[in-house]
T-cell receptor, first 116, second 112 residues
Framework: DAMVIQNPRYQVTQFGKPVTLSCSQT?????MYWYQQKSSQAPKLLFHYYDKDFNNEADTPDNFQSRRPNTSFCFLDIRSPGLGDAAMYLC???????????????FGPGTRLTVL | KQEVTQIPAALSVPEGENLVLNCSFTDSAIYNLQWFRQDPGKGLTSLLL?????REQTSGRLNASLDKSSGRSTLYIAASQPGDSATYLC???????????FGQGTTLQVKP
């Protein structure tokens, strides 16, 4: 049973051509995260949503934007992809700490972005 | 600033061997520590989560320990199998933030 779904799994775009990556979840979790993982590197948090509250990491480039129209869906928009943006993009969800439940993050399979 | 380090970066062992993966972190003010598995080209699968008040967690052949005061965690894999071959990532959640700070991972190869 897929819990965190990412589409597409592989995305090819051209330098400078806007691209949108999609994440959906069936867990009804309040928090959704977007991570960027370059080859052989650790995942790096770009931003996260706590419900509708958007939290941007200080070092996330302006080129990266996100939208969360409802609890289930979250989108990552790259306005003008550069060659350096080629990476695996991982979406994750979790329940807030205040819920008293385990704060495990559940990850999707990722979208591998290639920039030509 | 919290930093997470995993040593070694790569490890190759024969099938059946018990092994230990190491993770160290610089700031002991953590909320929890999580171990993940990542297969090539895939997302992350959570293996074990240790709360800051806990010393260890076990799941099947896996045992993770946490020593907050020394900034160390280990992931012990018993009787390794070729199917255990993957990259293992350690991540800490600092006390004052909701984000995970990841190490760069240890790539494990278990040879038949």
């Amino acid at each position: 049973d897929a819990m965190v779904i990412q589409n597409p799994r592989y995305q090819v775009t051209q330098f400078g051509k806007p691209v949108t990556l999609s994440c959906s979840q069936t867990l009804n979790h309040n928090v959704m995260y977007w991570y960027q993982q370059k080859s052989s590197q650790a995942p790096k948090l770009l931003f996260h949503y706590y419900d509708k509250d958007f939290n941007n990491e200080a070092d996330t480039p302006d080129n990266f934007q996100s939208r969360r129209p409802n609890t289930s869906f979250c989108f990552l928009d790259i306005r003008s992809p550069g060659l350096g943006d080629a990476a695996m993009y991982l979406c994750a969800t979790s329940i807030p700490r205040a819920s008293g439940k385990l704060d495990t993050q559940y990850f999707g399979p990722g979208t591998r972005l290639t920039v030509l | 600033k919290q930093e997470v380090t995993q040593i070694p970066a790569a490890l190759s062992v024969p099938e059946g061997e018990n092994l230990v993966l190491n993770c160290s972190f610089t700031d002991s003010a953590i909320y929890n520590l999580q171990w993940f598995r990542q297969d090539p080209g895939k997302g992350l699968t959570s293996l074990l989560l240790i709360q800051s008040s806990q010393r260890e967690q076990t799941s099947g052949r896996l045992n993770a320990s946490l020593d907050k005061s020394s900034g160390r965690s280990t992931l012990y894999i018993a009787a390794s199998q070729p199917g255990d071959s993957a990259t293992y990532l350690c991540a800490v959640k600092p006390s004052n933030t909701g984000k995970l700070i990841f190490g760069q991972g240890t790539t494990l190869q278990v040879k038949p």
